[in-house]
Structure formats: structure tokens, C-alpha cells
């Protein structure tokens, strides 16, 4: 099994930033790819970014690409998400993710976090 936790969400003004981190602890070996989805109220979960903790390679939704950066630190076990230039329409819940396949669907995903509340104001 692994655990999953997030920090870093919050309040914060439009064009600001944040950054999300995710601790992973448990069987982290067997977890090679991390990612992150949102989901706003009244709308499904979405891929936001995902990246390879042994490559480093990285993926983002079209919305993020410019404004988001994922990353992995394997000595800490956390991935974090950067966000900057945020606009209202980033609000929504923050989830990680981990599994092992590198795709942007959920269902790629065998473990999850509880969820981190971002809020944009204009």
C-alpha cells in the first residue's frame, strides 16, 4: 500500500501562486508515476499534471501548460505542484496521485490523496 498526503493549498489572490506537496509513504518503490487532478464543484475530476520519478518526464493539461510545473524529489518521497499565475478558474479540490502507468486518466491510478482545497479569488 502507499499514502498519500497533500499540504500547500489555500487562499490566495488572482496572478498569485502556490505550491502543492504530496508525502508518500508505505511501498513507494512499486509507484513510479505521480500526478495531480482537480475537481471543481458540480464538475469530474480532472488531470492537471503527471511526471515519471525515473525519467523525469512530465505532462500537463492544455488549461496549466506555462503556469504549472510538476516535479518529483525520490530522496523525500514528495512530489510537488507549482502554480503560478493562477486565475479563478484553477478552484477546486487538489488531488495526488500515484501509480504506474504515465497516462492522464484516473483510472491509471491505484492511489490517492485526501485532496487539497485551492481557492482563486478575482
Known amino acids: 500500500q502507499v499514502q498519500l498526503v497533500e499540504s500547500g493549498g489555500g487562499l490566495v489572490q488572482a496572478g498569485g501562486s502556490l505550491r502543492l506537496s504530496c508525502a508518500a509513504s508505505g511501498r513507494t518503490f512499486s509507484v513510479y508515476y505521480m500526478g495531480w487532478f482537480r475537481q471543481a464543484p458540480g464538475k469530474e475530476r480532472e488531470f492537471v499534471a503527471a511526471?515519471?520519478?525515473?525519467?523525469?518526464?512530465?505532462s500537463y493539461a492544455d488549461s496549466v501548460k506555462g503556469r504549472f510545473a510538476i516535479s518529483a524529489d525520490n530522496a523525500k518521497n514528495t512530489a510537488y505542484l507549482q502554480m503560478n499565475s493562477l486565475k479563478p478558474e484553477d478552484t477546486a479540490v487538489y488531488y495526488c496521485a500515484a501509480g504506474e502507468s504515465f497516462a492522464a486518466i484516473t483510472s491509471s491510478y491505484g492511489y490517492w490523496g485526501q485532496g487539497t482545497q485551492v481557492t482563486v479569488s478575482s
Open positions: 511526471t515519471s520519478r525515473r525519467s523525469g518526464l512530465t
